[in-house]
């Protein structure tokens, strides 16, 4: 039972390398979210993918790229990364229950930027 | 616009004592919401969640939580703490509309448990 699968789960960056947080759930779920998280901030969402095909903003975009390769699989990327950045990443999913759907989160990648 | 207010970051409490960890909410649509829980180095897991119907919602580990509408609150308890709850915990609001699939989390609320 795989669930959520984040990778990498540890990176060091310099400020002004790029790169990308890979995810993919084997749920068969057609949402699917990516949020950061700071001590004292909760989650805040910076993407999300509602279906294969589709994405849209949520509270922090700027800075981040996404992609929704496909049903299972959706990035997360930084293309220029800064100190700001620096955060634990959370990719999600959801199934078809509409309001009432949980969030099946995976594990985390921990990102720092120097 | 939809929000959660979790009052107190930190609350510490002895083994065995009641938890009541606060949930405060504003939505403009009926609201669904969610509490769960973050063990250390680990994602975050649904302990329960108030959609529609009985406002006393039951999860897991002994946890449950009242929504009130009247004081727009959703607050978690459980009548006796373990070692083990020792985590954090963040209340989540899905109201829907234009906001449709975008959950709004609190800012947590780590919870200590002493001996």
Request: glycine share 10%.
């Amino acid at each position: 039972n795989a669930g959520v699968t984040q990778t990498p789960k540890f990176q060091v960056l310099k400020t002004g390398q790029s790169m990308t947080l890979q995810c993919a759930q084997d749920m068969n779920h057609n949402s699917m979210y990516w949020y950061r998280q700071d001590p004292g901030m909760g989650l805040r969402l910076i993407y999300y993918s509602a279906s294969e095909g589709t994405t849209d903003k949520g509270e922090v975009p700027n800075g981040y790229n996404v992609s929704r390769l496909n049903k299972r699989e959706f990035s997360l990327r930084l293309e220029s990364a800064a100190p700001s950045q620096t955060s634990v990443y959370f990719c999600a999913s959801r199934g078809t229950s509409g309001r009432a759907g949980e969030l099946f989160f995976g594990e985390g990648s921990r990102l720092t930027v120097l | 616009a939809q929000s959660v207010t979790q009052l107190g970051s930190h609350v510490s409490v002895s083994e065995g004592a009641l938890v009541l960890l606060r949930c405060n909410y504003s939505s403009s649509v009926p609201p669904y919401l969610f509490w769960y829980v973050q063990y250390p180095n680990q994602g975050l897991q649904l302990l329960l969640k108030y959609t529609t119907g009985a406002t006393l919602v039951k999860g897991i580990n002994g946890f449950e939580a009242e929504f009130k509408k009247s004081e727009t609150s959703f607050h978690l308890t459980k009548p006796s703490a373990h070692m083990s709850d020792a985590a954090e915990y963040f209340c989540s609001l899905n109201a829907g509309g234009t906001s449709y699939g975008k959950l709004t989390f609190g800012q947590g609320t780590i919870l200590t448990v002493h001996p």
